[in-house]
């Protein structure tokens, strides 16, 4: 009981401290025909480390990752899909990425997702070679944030010696 609330809090807070976040495409309507994929996505910060995950049912769906053209005109002779109906993909690179059901005519019908992915946040503030004031206070911000994550940590382990 207490080591799976130990889990449980370890595996809530390591997200928190790398902060990679899963994005459930379509949210709880999943990858399917009839979702507007370019307003799912609107309002969405996507990072370098984080994943989308399509869910849909296995068959009916795939995924398909184009490039900006193949995406315009539904092309879908660019690679093979993924098929699993939880599919999850890691964004491992920052810049624009495309992705189509290759089934049918689901492409053409709307069920195409576009997204821009952001650098992930860095944790730690690259040494400036000219350093100076500005540099030091920055890297005293990420100490601090980090002893932040650490003493989240802390109090998780706490908690679960409080729990025996
Ligand atoms: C999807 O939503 C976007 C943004 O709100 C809108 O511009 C676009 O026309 C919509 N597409 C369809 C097919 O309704
Ligand atoms: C689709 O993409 C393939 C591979 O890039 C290309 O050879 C083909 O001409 C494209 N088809 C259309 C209709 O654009
Ligand atoms: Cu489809």
New binding site residues.
């Given amino acids: 009981m207490a080591l799976k609330l130990a889990l449980f809090i370890a595996m809530a807070t390591v997200p928190a401290i790398v902060g990679a976040k899963d994005f459930i495409v379509g949210d709880e309507e999943g990858w399917k025909v009839g979702v ?1 994929y ?2 799912w996505a ?1 309002d969405k910060e996507f990072r370098v480390g984080d994943r989308i995950v399509f869910n849909y049912v296995k068959g009916k769906h795939n995924v398909l990752k184009v490039t900006g053209p193949a995406f315009r005109s539904c092309n879908k002779t660019v690679s093979s899909p993924l098929t699993t109906g939880n599919d999850k993909i890691e964004l491992t690179s920052a810049g624009r990425k495309w992705y189509i059901c290759a089934i049918g005519d689901h492409c053409e019908k ?1 069920m195409k997702l576009f997204i821009d992915v952001d650098e992930a946040e860095v944790p730690a503030p690259a040494p400036s070679p000219t350093g100076g004031k500005g540099n030091s206070g920055n890297s005293g911000n990420s100490i601090s944030s980090f002893t932040y994550s650490y003493l989240v940590g802390l109090a998780a382990i706490w908690a679960m010696v409080i729990m025996f």
């Fill in positions: 507007n370019t307003e609107e709307g």
